[in-house]
């Protein structure tokens, strides 16, 4: 702004109530009580300027409250909200499954049941009505199922294989800590090509896996893990087939939280509205626990194999 501006000097400008006049020019002030006035005038607008341009740069940045855009930050704060109520379910399915077990000696599986059956509708119901309107109650209420389920297998493996449940959390929580570390450094993106290649490998995977359980319900295949339990000889060694697997399907969960992280990115990017933070984080939690479920069965198949 100008404000040194001669046009700002023009009497059109001034207060004709508040100017005195001087003989022979009515209404007009005197060339130096014109250019006091002018200068009083231009030192207050510099004055309110200047408070407003401080109390800018005092004030808080506008986050994502005040803009209604998605952050990382807000994202974030979303994301650790559902793992917290997963958390909470998670140890009273826990409870919930280890129960019985003084009594009659094996543990129940209803809450893995319950949360698995739950959690699955959910998944369904969030994922296909998203796109018109997103319901935070239906997130929570799939990351309460999902903490039914992940306490249920565990403590039922927790009897298994005592300590298994702590190997798979730190495997977990390893795998994610290095996906989020490359993807924050830039060493590591989402790609078309890779995206293609994923998707190729979900659909063989999922049909994999439907055959494995349907070979398992048959008793067409006697072993506990059906097809993921055949053993493969390998330079003298026998390795078995779910180890193999399940070491490219880790790798799969790794790039599908890529595609989490970077689809927080473009939304943040974008300028997404800011409940659309609420996908981002079911989308992460729904990958993580994918990942923790066969980190726990690789480890379950090589600890019994041993």
């Given at each position: 702004m100008a404000l040194d501006n001669p046009a700002f000097n023009n009497p059109a400008f001034q207060d004709s109530k508040a100017a005195k006049t001087y003989p022979g020019r009515p209404g007009l002030q005197p060339p130096a009580a014109q250019t006091q006035t002018a200068s009083a005038q231009h030192a207050g607008v510099d004055a309110a300027a200047q408070a407003q341009l401080e109390g800018m740069y005092a004030a808080p940045s506008a986050g994502a409250v005040e803009t209604d855009r998605m952050t990382v930050e807000d994202t974030v704060w979303k994301t650790a909200g559902l793992f917290a109520v997963l958390l909470v379910t998670a140890v009273a399915g826990w409870v919930w499954t280890m129960a019985p077990v003084a009594e009659t000696g094996a543990p129940t599986i209803m809450p893995w049941i319950i949360g698995m059956l739950g959690g699955f509708v959910l998944s369904l119901v969030v994922i296909f009505t998203s796109r018109k309107k997103i319901r935070?109650?239906?997130?929570?209420?799939?990351?309460?199922?999902?903490?039914?389920?992940?306490?249920?297998?565990?403590?039922?493996?927790?009897?298994?294989?005592?300590?298994?449940?702590?190997?798979?959390?730190?495997?977990t929580l390893s795998v994610v800590g290095v996906t989020l570390a490359l993807f924050a450094s830039g060493k590591i993106r989402a790609s078309k090509k890779a995206t293609k290649v994923f998707m190729i490998a979900m659909v063989g995977y999922l049909v994999f896996s439907l055959l494995n359980l349907?070979?398992?319900?048959?008793?067409?295949?006697?072993d506990p893990w059906g097809l993921f339990g055949t053993s493969i000889g390998i330079g003298g060694f026998s390795i078995p087939l779910g180890v193999i697997i399940g070491v490219l399907v880790v790798i799969m969960a790794a790039y599908s939280l890529v595609l989490d992280f970077d689809s927080i990115q473009q939304g943040v990017r974008n300028g997404a509205p800011r409940q659309y933070g609420w996908l981002g984080g079911f989308g992460i939690m729904v990958t993580v626990v994918w990942l923790y479920i066969e980190i726990l069965r690789i480890i379950a198949i090589v600890r019994g194999s041993n």
């Open positions: 935070p109650a239906l997130i929570f209420g799939y990351a309460a199922f999902e903490g039914l389920f992940v306490g249920g297998i565990s403590a039922f493996f927790e009897i298994q294989w005592e300590g298994i449940v702590l190997q798979a959390t730190l495997g349907v070979l398992m319900w048959t008793g067409i295949s006697s």
